[in-house]
């Protein structure tokens, strides 16, 4: 229709009026139409459509609450001993009807004459006799036997049965299970507490003080850590508080490894300059800029280091480093439990289920944790 | 000694990173020995390929980064040296920074509030209300509202972003303002509504800008004196006319080729030019230094050049 030059002229000859003058002090933007959502807001939203996530999230509230009031469901405590009535099998009122947890033991290889003997068994007591065979000219038998009537007790209930002492295990295995919550928790908050001070302290400054804090932690890590626990337990003897302290010791190193990094990696962020440019101290960039973006990663950590700390404390429990006796945890049943576990596998059996949910629990909470925390995955369904 | 005619004058500033040791060590020289000087209430831009130096040349300034050797002076007083907290409060009372990237310069983790009153606590303001009220008042001037204060950066778009940093850098009301880039990764169709925006301000305050750009295109429209830097050196610095005029440097007369024109006729015929160091220069005899070839206009050169480039300014006047 145009030529090319045609065009050109046109567009030079376009009148004035064509044109309208954009008025730029008119610049004024309209309300946001979202409603504003904090960080925290948006992570629990999301958190909250992970179902595996939410189940583990309500069992850990579980046992925690049961470690907190279970004690106090029987008349027992976890001192209370029972000379009598030792190694108990467990016995809970309703379930023994159907044949579970009914207080009875299966005795093997017991002579005819002794089970039938009313001096020693008292007939009540014996509920079955089977496997009737001759060895050694001896007539021999099993016997399913009733502990409770057998120990004239039949109106006592242990409800996971009782320990070497006739202490409840029940009662003992909430206690324990509080005691090494409670451990687990002091011990993280520590090492969270120790470990973002000091990597952040070592990632912000960076250079000569960086490498060393860092050599620091390495020979601190180097150090067999068992021999620096036993030396705390020589030095403070056993109890919560060297146990908490040993958990320290090494454990808060990973965290200041964490945030270290977390550190070089926000530290250069042009927010980060903006507010140094601006004259904030130090001390502000450190907590209030970068530590808010590196908290994720932080609470994470901490969730996944409480398994870890429940498992430490069984373990040094179990190596005879536990607390002092007769307060029980969790991995002082366990070991008490292992030494008679096959003829008392029920002494183990609690405590280990326990404990593994717990694990469990902890580990998928801190995973969905860690998901939902992620900001990168901000803003997705 | 600073000259009494500039607001912020620096003085054969060196900036080198080095990495690695011993025989790995590299040293790269992103500022080599530069000087220029921005005057009070004008707006110098400063202009060159990414990578030349730009950016590592305002964070020296502002000292996010001590520089090599060089002496920076800030109304008269030496920026460059040890850092106490005095010189600390002075600089920071002094000169702001906007940032180049939308995304990365507003800490996803703060409110808008919290982001541009912050400049405010740091300076001892303590009154929440007042507070609110200035960032607020700062809000409306760069075109949010006040239902802004409550939001957090990421539900803003990058124009808006770049309008709350420099509600961030004004607020607190510095003479000067480094502008890094700020409108680098904008729409072009938002481009202009920030510089204007930066450039009102400027008027009603009386800033003086240090403005940063990776082409002259978006320096040329409001910036009094433009220098042009090319691989850590600067080439050309010159009053804008001239720099169009007369560019002389053959580092600036790339860039100027590289602009699109508004005219579709001389666009068509527009010739990009390309700068090759090697053969552009002969520097095998003579080394190349800064040289006032007419008043106010600067260019690295060795004296045969210089020569050559009189010779053109006398053929053009
Ligand atoms: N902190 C640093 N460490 C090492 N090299 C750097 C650092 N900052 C910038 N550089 C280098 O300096 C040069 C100039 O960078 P920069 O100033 O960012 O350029 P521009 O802003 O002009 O794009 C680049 O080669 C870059 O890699
Ligand atoms: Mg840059």
Redesign the pocket.
Known sequence: MFGRYDMDEQIRNLPDSYFELVDQDQLADGALPTTPIGFFKDAFLRFKKNKVSMFSFWMIVFIIILSVIAPFFNRYSYVQQHTQLRDMPPRIPVLEKLGIADGTRVLTNRRKANIENPDLFPPASVLEVFNHRVVNGVEVVDAVIDMYSYRNAKDVYFWFGSDYLGRDLFTRLFWGTRMSLLIAFFAVITNIIIGTVYGAISGYYGGTTDMLMMRITEILAGIPYLVVVMLFILLFGTGMFSIIFALTVTGWIGTARLVRAQFYRFKGREYVLAARTLGVPDRTLIFRHILPNSVGPIITRAMIAIPGAIFSESFLAFIGLGLQAPRPSIGILLSDGQKVLLQYPYQTLFPAVLISVLMISFNLFANGLRDSLDPTKRGEE | MPSSEYLLEVQGLRQY?A?GRGKNRLV?K?VDDISFGVKPAETFGLV?E????????GRTIIRL?DPTAGRVFFDGREVSGRMTNDLRKYLTDNIAMIFQDPIESLNPRMTIEEIVGEGLKVRGLKDKAEIRRRVVEMLVKVGLNEEHATRYPHEFSGGQRQRIGIARAVIVKPKMIIA?EPVSALDVSIQAQVINLLNDLKEELGLTILF?A?DLSVVKYFSNRIGV?YY?RLVEVAKGDDLYKNPLHPYTRALLSAIPQPNPLTERTRQRVDYVPDRDHDYSTEQPTMVEVEPEHFVLCSPSELLEYRRRIAQNV
């Open positions: 990173f990495s790269v992103a060159g990414s990578g030349c130096g730009k950016t590592t040349t980064c890094d940063i990776h830097m850590g």
